[in-house]
Nanobody, 126 residues
């Protein structure tokens, strides 16, 4: 059973930066596709970015050029560097993992990921 624990959320102004971290336990994160999702009330959870075992990265169009996903397989930690934040980035951010080295076309489908963290809130004010 993979356990995930996010940290790093907070409140920033437009244009600011935050770095989210997700610590994975019990299983090596290197064999998993890992991703970041976000959700606002009454909307479906959306994929923000994912990274596979080979370091290939996948991004939502809305965050390309602003967000960077990375992973440290020694520390079993996933990161999301968020720059040039906008008010529309305000959401609860979740770390997720699935036993799949490739991610592939499912990288943004929350239904495919069985393991989730508890979430960390990001608020961006104008």
């Amino acid at each position: 059973q993979v356990q995930l624990l996010e940290s790093g959320g907070g409140s920033v102004q437009t244009g600011g930066s935050l770095r989210l971290s997700c610590a994975a336990s019990e299983y090596p994160s290197s064999t998993y596709c890992m991703g970041w999702f976000r959700q606002v009330p009454e909307k479906e959870r959306e994929g923000v970015a994912s990274i596979n075992s080979f370091g290939n990265r996948f991004y939502a169009d809305s965050v390309k050029g602003r967000f960077t996903i990375s992973r440290d397989n020694v520390k079993n930690t996933l990161y999301l560097q968020m720059n040039s934040l906008k008010p529309e980035d305000t959401a609860m951010y979740y770390c997720a993992a699935v036993y799949d080295r490739f991610c592939g076309a499912i990288w943004s489908s929350y239904r495919y990921f069985p393991y989730w963290g508890q979430g960390t809130q990001v608020n961006v004010s104008s």
